[in-house]
């Protein structure tokens, strides 16, 4: 027998040889024999399984190339196996030309429907090129003989090219897929397709999901062992591994923070903010120096390519600060230009962090770019600038492994080797390689996965450096805090202290080089590792302790600790809703203070002081950085609006009892919603021990809801801002200036705010006629166009930009002469005039115009920007505020220079008179189950809109500010809060290109009048209304209810979609002229929702779904369908009616498919599941 056979389309590897030149329909016919003979194979029982599952037994099938046939497309040339058995038998599969295809296949195999298979081809293809592309189908079948399902699952287009570091080497080409409801057989198809290519194929694996998630996988664990085996051979180049935090640098201590973000720096001070010549102001980067610096970090990293930052080599050069260095990066992009200059400032700059004399130089997706073009990239900068540099590529191979391994599915060998090929490729261009995104390790409760990054992910990197060939290249790590966008996801959760703690604990033990942490300042992810408003110094303490330790620095206080008190940090949410798990975590930070252990006794109490809890004691040992972490269901406090930490301490270097019992945060509990995730970090020594302090209401809400609350401190340090914060956005801070005219209630504040969809100039005017005003403006947005504003007296003459950025301007109107008067703003073709009462009356006016430009004007009640410090210990006030929903809870907070912090405990707005409790199911997390509570009504929400054109193109609703809905706009504009840096968060459709249709200009539908009643009209092709975030609650129950008259049913249309760029929850569509949808479950639960309940065109239909934690009901009018459906939503996020998408025409159908066309005349939602 010669070494390669070809193979016939029925023969095993042992066939005869045979010409395989033949036509285009012999071919086919082959094919059509190929798919017979392997069901009547197994109709005969020849090496073929009966009806039953092929994996009864097992949740891997491995099929070798006796088990495989070719197709006759191309050719494919069998491989014996070698005599010694060191070589398996391989199928030689073989392409021509680039219009060749060849393809592979097995015999039928039984499968379950509705399960997850897998199907992986172990492949390498050893002459190939970028033009070959290998796709795995999954072709599936009711009945033997019958032909295949369709459509048919197989790879994606993206992932089909060969890759640069696969050839030559064992790959596998994977394919996951739920079997069809109807499907009994499967046929694992392989093709090579592109270009001229010979692929060895070893054999395809076919893995039933369900069943490997049982049991752990042996050949896992196998697997696992070598490759901590190889990686233990992995010498480090550095004696211990420098760390940085990396640095957007633009989010500076001067900056206005108020409203768009959960969190701010701690240490904001107003007297920073002066002219800059780069992206961040000298005085607010020399006081960040400082506090790096007490991290004990090796310094900060940070993008020199980007806008106004290659300065900061300059500015750190001016501060010439000690044990501080600056680490730049590069990031994707193919322009030299600026990366040689960032080389040449960072040669010329002491302070750049070098390794033996080399300029160090990571970077940010360097995976973005292949080996070969950073091959030129390094080589022209060492040719034309220096060779005195080292480059370490960011890279994330090696991410996707983690949802198979907290699974325990099997790995296969092959798979692993593609990574360590890959990683290999940069390897050998680069001087080391460097993973970034430790953010991406987390499991699905969203909490990071330790045992993933230690046991897989850092041996998979250290075994590839451990090889000869890369010796004394460098490895990078990286740890994080948390990485979650408010507006958008849930992300990676901070889990307390545990995800900075154990995402760096599992870094530092790998024995890195280089560890960074993203990102010092990022509060638009949060991040941040900086010192915040809600984190406190938490991070620096812990950081300090393991600088400390790699240094070799032994354990001590910081200098202005009060070391008689545990360094002990106390964290927790600060927002839950019923049914999750509230959990106070203590952290004891060890800082040789004490040697032995001490006991905490931690208790709540609600807003009036009484106990609502009381958890049992526990021990912690001063020596160690170790937690106890104490849980109480909520469901058990569903009572209590708040309940407020008391911590009490004993046995602590023989002291006296200490206790606690005020200046913590308190904890809201509300009913069924809350988009803000965001823990507070409290280290009891950076507490502001107050000698007296008070808060209250002077004056309860009178009839237009506006209340006067007072408060005074005395501290023993002086102090740098006091605020009042309703639900934890700002509302007001002590100002003697009274710059923005909050102190008094003679003073009307104007606020006026222009956005626009899709960028656009404007040029006009806004004056208040009939008052005197005094204006104050934004801060420019950072990188963006500065408008032009010239004053007189009560009018502007203005010339601005207009974008998904928020320009406000602020006016200052005496409330006597409010009456009489009005804004007007003209600015082109766009105008709004309303009258200053109207806002008095109603809050709130806003137009939507062309290309989604809003203009809204406000009678404003919070915060606009921060005043300056107070310096004095001090302080008392009396100011009014007007809370914008009825289960407000107000808070004072004291921050003093030093950035220790002391809160008030919560103000409560009194309930109705009758207040009346409901039963309302939640989830509940302890028991993984829909569970029973009685809430007062008053916490639980219920949206009733208002169509009407009061408020202008703002959907309106008494349930509060929180829930106002924008017509084509901004739902940070409506509901007062979010948006993040560039605002472009707080809308679906970022910069109106992406998912939104390029043909519509007018992104809110009209108002009109239908029957005598007021409705919207949608015109079916962008017109869309944005609800805020939790408007559909994701952890409560609810009932979506509203009425609509579609024009036609012939196009597919989406009525409503609680989502972002992904799906949050809740999908409801029309299709083929009925009702239909899919719920979007925490952990990737999905339950359809298609139902055949019609909804008929050019007529009402009222829509209504009710969800309680058990069943999905979907009603239109008085049909009902049903679907069994638990627990929490998958995401936070806004929600949509009207449409989602780029659009695109459908046959006979007027408008956008996925757009809505038609009238809408009601809308509401209740958190509550009754159907109405």
């Known amino acids: ?107 039928p195999i039984p499968i379950e429907p509705g399960r997850r298979y897998r199907i992986q081809a172990i492949l390498n293809p050893v002459k190939a090129s970028t033009e070959t592309g290998i796709c795995v189908w999954a072709r599936e079948h009711e009945e033997l003989g019958k032909r295949p399902l369709l459509p048919y699952p197989r790879t994606g287009v993206s992932a089909r090219p060969v890759k640069p570091h696969e050839i030559g080497h064992w790959a596998v080409r994977s394919l996951t897929f739920t079997a069809k409801p109807n499907a009994h057989f499967l046929t694992a198809r392989v093709s090579a397709a592109g270009a001229p290519a010979e692929i060895h194929l070893k054999s395809i694996r076919i893995l039933d999901l369900e069943r490997a998630t049982q049991s752990p996988s042996p050949e896992l664990a196998k697997l696992l062992r070598q490759m901590k085996k190889e990686a233990r051979k992995h010498e480090p180049v550095l004696p211990r591994p420098l760390v940085f935090s990396r640095s957007q640098m633009k989010y500076g201590l001067d900056r206005n923070y108020m409203r768009r973000w959960i969190d701010r720096p701690l240490l904001v001070d107003r007297a920073t903010r002066v002219p800059r010549t780069y992206v961040t102001p000298y005085a607010s980067y020399r006081r960040i120096i400082d506090v790096v610096r007490q991290y004990g970090l090796d310094g900060l990293a940070f993008f020199p390519e980007t806008k106004g930052r290659m300065g900061m080599f300059e500015l750190t050069e001016r501060a010439a600060p000690k044990g501080f260095s600056l680490l730049p990066e590069f990031i994707p992009t193919r322009d030299l230009a600026p990366k040689e200059e960032l080389l040449r400032q960072a040669l010329a700059c002491p302070q750049a962090a070098r390794i033996n004399g080399k300029v160090l130089i990571s970077s940010y997706v360097a995976g973005a770019l292949p080996p070969a073009e950073w091959q030129t990239i390094l080589g022209n900068l060492r040719r034309d600038v220096s060779r005195d540099f080292l480059f370490l590529p960011a890279l994330t191979a090696g991410v996707r492994f983690k949802s198979d391994f907290q699974q325990g599915i099997p790995i296969a060998k092959e798979e692993i080797d593609t990574c360590k090929a890959y990683l290999r490729s940069y390897l050998d261009v680069c001087d080391g390689i460097y993973f970034n995104y430790a953010a991406a390790l987390k499991r699905e409760d969203r909490t990071f996965d330790e045992a993933f990054y230690r046991e897989l992910f850092i041996p998979l990197y250290k075994s590839v450096l451990a090889e000869p060939a890369y010796h004394g290249k460098l490895l990078g790590l990286s740890a994080y805090h948390s990485h979650y966008n408010a507006d958008l996801s849930l992300g990676l959760q901070e889990d307390g202290t545990k995800t900075l703690r154990n995402s760096l604990s599992a870094a530092l033990d790998g024995s890195p080089d280089v560890v960074i942490l993203p990102e010092w300042d990022e509060v638009n992810e949060n991040t941040c590792i900086r010192p915040t408003a809600y984190n406190s110094f938490t991070s620096q303490r812990i950081l300090r302790y393991h600088m400390n330790r790699i240094k070799g620095i032994p354990q001590c206080p910081q200098e202005a600790d009060n070391a008689s008190i545990p360094n002990l940090v106390i964290s927790y949410r600060k927002v839950l809703t019923i049914g999750e798990k509230l959990a106070i975590e203590l952290l004891n930070v060890p800082d040789g203070s004490a040697a032995s252990g001490y006991r905490v006794a931690v208790s709540l109490a609600d807003h009036l002081g009484n106990e609502a809890h009381r958890f049992d004691s526990v021990n912690l040992d001063p020596t160690k950085l170790e937690d106890r972490t104490l849980v109480v269901p909520t469901e058990k406090l569903a009572g209590y609006p708040a309940v407020i930490p008391t911590v009490t301490i004993e046995g602590y270097r023989d002291t006296p009892a200490m206790a606690f019992p005020r200046g913590l945060h308190h904890i809201q509990l509300r009913a069924t919603w809350n988009w803000d995730y965001k823990y507070v970090k409290q280290p009891l020594r950076d507490l502001l021990h107050v000698q007296r302090a008070s808060f209250t209401f002077a004056a309860a809400p009178g009839k237009d809801g506006v209340a006067q609350v007072q408060g005074s401190v005395v501290a023993p340090e002086p102090i740098a801002l006091v605020e009042v914060l309703e639900d934890d956005d700002v509302v007001y801070a002590v100002d003697p200036k009274d710059e923005f005219g909050r102190e008094g209630p003679e003073k009307m504040r104007v606020w006026v705010e222009l956005r626009s969809l899709r960028s656009q100039q404007l040029k006009g005017t806004i004056t208040i006629e009939g008052a005197p005003c005094e204006w104050r403006f934004s801060n420019v947005p950072l990188h963006q166009p500065a408008a032009t504003a010239a004053v007189q007296d009560s009018k502007i003459e203005l010339e601005t930009p207009a974008f998904c950025h928020v320009r406000w301007i602020y006016a200052i109107v005496p409330r006597a002469d409010a009456a009489d008067a009005r804004l007007v703003a003209q600015l082109g073709q766009n105008k709004i005039d309303v009258p200053l009462k109207r806002l008095l009356e109603h809050t709130i006016y806003s137009r939507t115009f062309l290309d989604g430009l809003t203009l809204t004007a406000c009678d404003y009640w919070k915060q606009p920007d921060m005043p300056f410090h107070l310096a004095r210990n001090t302080v008392s006030f009396s100011a009014p505020v007007k809370p914008e929903i009825a289960t407000a809870q107000l808070h004072m907070r004291v921050t003093a220079i030093s950035g220790r912090t002391f809160r008030s405990g919560p103000l409560l707005l009194p309930p109705p008179a009758d207040d009346a409790a409901v039963d309302l199911p939640i989830y509940s997390d302890t028991t993984q189950q829909a569970v029973g509570v009685s809430i007062p009504a008053s916490r639980v929400p219920g949206c009733v809109y208002d169509f009407t054109e009061t408020y202008g193109d703002i959907l309106h609703t008494d349930a509060g500010r929180p829930f106002w809905a924008s017509l084509g706009g901004y739902i940070d504009t409506t509901s007062g809060r979010g948006g993040n840096g560039g605002g472009a968060s707080a809308t679906l459709f970022r910069f109106g290109t992406q998912d939104y249709p390029k043909d519509s200009r007018q992104t809110a539908p009209g108002w009109r009048t239908s029957d005598g009643v007021t409705c919207l009209e949608f015109d079916g092709i962008g017109n869309y209304i944005l609800f805020p975030r939790e408007t559909l609650p994701r952890r409560g129950p609810f009932t979506l209810t509203f009425e609509i008259h579609p024009k036609n049913t012939i196009k597919p249309q989406l009525l409503f979609a609680h989502r972002t760029k992904r799906v949050a929850s809740l999908l409801l569509y029309l299709r083929d002229g009925k009702l239909g949808g899919a719920y979007y479950g925490e952990r990737h639960a999905t339950q359809t929702l298609n139902s055949d309940l019609q909804v008929p065109p050019g007529e009402w239909s009222r829509i209504t779904v009710s969800y309680d934690h058990q069943t999905m009901r979907l009603a239109v009018d008085e049909q009902q369908a049903t679907f069994p459906c638990s627990g929490p939503g998958l995401n936070i996020g806004p929600c949509v009616f009207g449409g989602f998408g780029t659009g695109g025409e459908w046959p006979d159908a007027p408008g956008n498919q996925w757009w809505f066309g038609g009238l809408l005349r009601s809308f509401r939602v209740r958190h509550a599941p009754a159907m109405d």
């Open 1 to 107: 027998m010669s070494k390669r056979q070809r193979m016939t389309p029925d023969a095993g590897v042992t066939g005869p040889k045979v010409n395989m030149e033949v036509t285009h329909s012999a071919r086919s016919t082959f094919r059509r024999l190929a798919v017979l003979i392997g069901f009547l194979a197994l109709a005969h029982g020849h090496a073929a399984p009966t009806q039953q599952s092929a994996f009864t037994d097992q949740a891997l099938l491995t099929l070798g190339v006796d088990r495989l046939h070719h197709t006759g497309a191309g050719t494919a040339v069998a491989i014996p196996a070698s005599p010694n058995g060191d070589t398996p038998a391989l199928l030689s599969v073989i392409t021509e030309s680039k219009t060749d295809t060849a393809v592979v296949e097995s015999n």
